[in-house]
């Protein structure tokens, strides 16, 4: 796994894509840009992706066009553990799943965006 600060600076040149990843075999599952690509292949966090991706599955969530999902590490480092919470863009959560544990490697956890079937780090909204 690269190093947090390598893993920052390589992300913080992702402010587009120059395509959509498609991850799933269904044809209407979410898609991912190249900048959650990079997150997810450095960070070893696949599963990341696959959590919001879930949580498309149900309804309330679902209809919301444009979703903000926040990882939040535990400050606790022993514990190792985090919270995923998804919001509407307007700051009212419309989902939430705790995560027992994770070695997801930068404290400060990430935000990614979804929107219209594209799941997308903040800055390349």
Same mark, same amino acid.
């Given at each position: 796994?690269?190093?947090p600060?390598?893993?920052?600076?390589?992300?913080?040149?992702?402010?587009?894509?120059?395509?959509?990843?498609?991850? +799933?075999t269904n044809?209407?599952?979410?898609k991912?840009? *190249?900048?959650?690509?990079?997150? $997810?292949? /450095?960070? %070893?966090a696949f599963w990341?992706?696959?959590?919001?991706?879930?949580?498309?599955l149900?309804?309330t969530?679902?209809?919301?066009? +444009?979703?903000v999902?926040?990882l939040?590490?535990?400050? *606790?480092?022993?514990?190792?553990? $985090?919270v /995923?919470? %998804?919001?509407?863009?307007?700051?009212?959560?419309?989902a939430r799943?705790?995560?027992?544990?994770?070695d997801?490697?930068?404290?400060?956890?990430i935000?990614?965006?979804f929107t219209?079937?594209?799941?997308l780090?903040?800055?390349?909204?």
């Open positions: 796994m690269e190093s600060e390598n893993i920052r600076n390589v992300l913080a040149c992702c402010t587009g894509s120059e395509c959509y990843w498609k991850i +799933f044809d209407s599952a979410p991912i840009t *190249d900048g959650v690509k990079a997150m $997810a292949e /450095l960070c %070893g990341l992706v696959t959590a919001v991706a879930s949580w498309q149900k309804e969530v679902r209809r919301e066009s +444009f979703q999902w926040k939040v590490l535990d400050s *606790d480092k022993d514990s190792g553990g $985090a /995923l919470i %998804g919001e509407d863009g307007n700051d009212r959560e419309i799943q705790e995560i027992e544990y994770t997801f490697p930068l404290s400060e956890g935000t990614l965006y219209d079937g594209i799941l780090l903040a800055s390349e909204y």
